[in-house]
């Protein structure tokens, strides 16, 4: 394959990159990524020779082109994206300009080039929130966003949905739970927690910490991506793939796991005031997928003590 890894620098993106290189060497990869806080070219260094990586933005339509026409791509897989909730709320344009405008750069690339197929990765947050008795949510449940950034995402996949049916490109979209593990940008709650703990500091956890969610390891969501890319019918009519874990987690207790792998009291814990529109669970149905060949793992136990270990290398060297 000839693939576009939009957002290959960031959290998700560039842990795809790295298996990807690692197991099919002879696919040609160009990783077009902004550069934002939330990325780190440098995780990436130890393939940019076996890669193409350019720094830009997917709304830049021209630049885009430009990649697909020079490199003759074949597929592309948009991992780029604005995430963090919170700062959706304090300022939501950034989330418009990278998570629609540039979901229809992209489409207006497909158009232009029909026959390559575009992997958009989305997020469980367009379902909105569930009860604690509701059962989990499938891919043809309504999308009810609660936040700007949620909301982003569920625009941009709805685009997807109309240019597949209007102008018949070839595109797949996956919604993931939260995942966790290495290179996750550090404001995000898994790493504030670690961050916070090490530096014997007090640990924000929002409202009593019983919201719950779904914690899927990062490289499992990566050959989730990688089983989607072989399903032969995926790319037809815009199939939707959800990817969970089926491994929900009190955040509170996420917290207290974190501790006790660090060895630190639970005093650090510090309950603030609610953000507003705060989701209270998600869980997504991943059974689908399941029956096609992919299961996670990577258990929430494992993952959890290989990511304490990788941020406390990375915050107190």
């Known amino acids: 394959m000839k693939l576009l890894v939009t957002g290959g620098a960031g959290f998700i993106g560039s842990h795809f990159v790295l298996r990807h290189v690692a197991a099919h060497p002879k696919d ?185 969610r779904d914690w899927l390891y990062v490289t499992d969501h990566c050959d989730a991506l990688e089983t989607i890319l072989t399903i032969p019918w995926a790319f037809d009519e815009c199939h939707l793939f959800n990817v969970s874990a089926d491994s929900e987690k009190k955040n509170i207790d996420v917290a207290k796991a974190i501790l006790t792998i660090l060895k630190k009291p639970e005093s650090l814990l510090s309950f603030v005031k609610d953000r507003p529109g705060h989701d209270w669970r998600y869980a997504l149905d991943s059974s689908p997928l399941r029956k096609l060949g992919w299961k996670p793992k990577v258990g929430f136990e494992e993952g959890l003590k290989k990511t304490v270990e990788w941020y406390r290398k990375r915050f107190v060297g």
């Open 28 to 212: 040609t990869l160009v990783v077009l990524d902004k550069l934002t806080y939330a990325a780190d070219k440098r995780f990436l260094d130890s393939v940019l020779e076996k890669i193409t990586f350019v720094e830009g933005d997917i709304a830049d339509t021209k630049l885009v082109r430009e990649l697909v026409a020079t490199y003759r791509i074949d597929t592309i897989i948009d991992f780029a994206a604005e995430t963090h909730v919170d700062r959706s709320i304090s300022d939501p344009f950034p989330f418009l300009h990278t998570n629609v405008l540039g979901v229809a750069s992209l489409i207006e690339v497909c158009k232009a080039h029909p026959s390559i197929r575009f992997l958009h990765v989305s997020t469980d947050e367009v379902y909105g929130d569930l009860d604690d008795d509701d059962p989990p949510n499938g891919v043809g449940d309504p999308l009810r966003p609660s936040s700007p950034y949620a909301a982003s995402k569920a625009s941009g996949d709805l685009l997807i949905q109309a240019a597949a049916r209007t102008y018949g490109i070839k595109a797949a979209i996956s919604r993931c739970t939260n995942n966790f593990g290495p290179h996750q940008a550090n404001e995000k709650f898994i790493p504030t927690v670690i961050r916070c703990a090490l530096l014997g500091k007090q640990i924000p956890i929002y409202a009593e910490g019983k919201n719950k």
